[in-house]
Nanobody, 117 residues
Framework: VQLVESGGGLVQPGGSLRLSCAASGFTFSNYDMTWYRQAPGKERELVAGISRTGSSTNYADSVKGRFTISRDNAKNTVNLQMNSLKPEDTAVYYC???????????WGQGTQVTVSS
């Protein structure tokens, strides 16, 4: 079982990044997917989530209107499009898979996003 995040990096304020999370080793379409982030010295927080079919999404208030979560069940990937980035978006971003029935959870290893001029 693997969740591998990619797409992180250094970007200037106001810029954009697209994070991807590639899943393998489990039936991706049976899992809700969520992006979390953790900034230095802070607790991990939910950023955005998407249901197993993609029909339902939710966002933290701090990213609404700027971030968009999507998934492709044919490619076993979940993406996070991040626009209008702010320095406070700097964090390690993690994807999480949660089984729709038994709530079993997998985590990725994280990808660093740094927003700085």
């Amino acid at each position: 079982v693997q969740l591998v995040e990619s797409g992180g990096g250094l970007v200037q304020p106001g810029g954009s990044l697209r994070l991807s999370c590639a899943a393998s080793g489990f039936t991706f379409s049976n899992y809700d997917m969520t992006w979390y982030r953790q900034a230095p010295g802070k607790e991990r927080e939910l950023v955005a989530g998407i249901s197993r079919t993609g029909s339902s999404t939710n966002y933290a208030d701090s990213v609404k209107g700027r971030f968009t979560i999507s998934r492709d069940n044919a490619k076993n990937t979940v993406n996070l499009q991040m626009n209008s980035l702010k320095p406070e978006d700097t964090a390690v971003y993690y994807c999480r898979a949660t089984h729709i029935f038994n709530a079993f959870t997998y985590w990725g290893q994280g990808t660093q996003v740094t927003v700085s001029s």
